[in-house]
């Protein structure tokens, strides 16, 4: 019982001088820690000092959680990138058509320095038609196809095997824009025409078009339309020997701000044509689920540098007819008592309140953080 007792008390014994070596080791090697970061602060933890494949997998964490706070300084656009040795990177492309074979620095005769594209369907092929014969091989040209029905151009048209069909079915031309006329993608153009299918160009010319628009300095521009076939602004209407109009009057409750859009600044999403520089922004502004345009317009004027009535006009002596053909509507669906048309409209009008409220609300939201900033660096400085 005696011999049971004294190893009881002789472990104990042994157990705090353990435990009492463990606390030492611990608090030594903590305040050793805290010696060497104060001494080498190159140490903590930085971009620098992660490695790429962490960068990439912390940035598309950052891209697929809407909730997660970013707790890196990282550029996501460039953190995957930066697995590839700089001088292998390709970060723009090109709507260039090449051969299967041969030299790749043979493939091209020419280089077109402007893209031009229609959303079109087959009932508006002879219009069409009409337009990509006003247009020369500077200018690649893009259709994408709204009914599902390509091949058919191929067979009647012989300079539709020479373009780029792009055939998805029901859906607008913004939508196209933004998923195959990345800015990126279409780096090698000087201007990109975004044109609807049922315009005559009559009194048309591409090339005359582009030179009125480099010795007026547009950024973002129109032909003018035929006053006498029906206008819904007064800008778009073209006048009679002039060159290039930057300015209108309009109606007062239109106009109580000018030089502000529908008065200046201003051109309609039928037929734009945009500068490599105001597309990358535009591409930004246009978003994913509103697919007509409405509203895109009167924001088109934040692309350009002030004063933005200065950079965006209307081509006077290159003009064009706007039809109205509402091919749209045929696309649509009955729905509710309501004809195809009629839905397609007030889809129209909704996006374009929708539009306008996220402009409002970003904003406001960019306004206000950069009074949080402002008041942030006072703070400091006291």
Known sequence: MITVVSTVQLNVEDQEDHGMKLLATALFSVTFGILIGLSFPSLWITKASLPKTLLCSVALLQIDSDTAAPTLAIDNSKACAERLPPGIIASESDLYLRRFWGNPEEDLKNKPRYLVTFTVGYNQRHNIDACIKKFSDSFTIVL????????????????????????????????????????????????????????????????EYVHMVKKHDLEISQPGLDPEKGCTWQIT??????????????????????PRPPCAAFVEIMAPVFSRDAWRCVWHMIQNDLVHGWGLDFALRRCVEEPAYEKIGIVDSQWIVHQFIPSLGSQGKEENGKSPLEGVRDRCHMEWKMFESRVDNAEKDYFKSLQVQSQSKSTAFQ
């Open 237 to 258: 209407k073209r006048r009679k020997h002039v060159e290039v109009h930057k300015e209108t009057d309009e109606k007062l409750e239109w106009c109580s701000n000018p």
């Open 144 to 207: 994408f196809h709204y009914d599902g029905r390509v091949s058919e151009w191929d067979g009647e048209f012989e300079w539709s095997k020479n373009v780029i069909h792009i055939s998805v079915l029901k859906q607008t031309k913004w939508w196209y824009a933004k998923r195959f006329l990345h800015p990126d993608i279409v780096a090698r153009y000087d201007y990109i025409f975004i044109w609807d299918e049922d315009l005559r160009v009559d009194h048309f010319n591409a090339e």
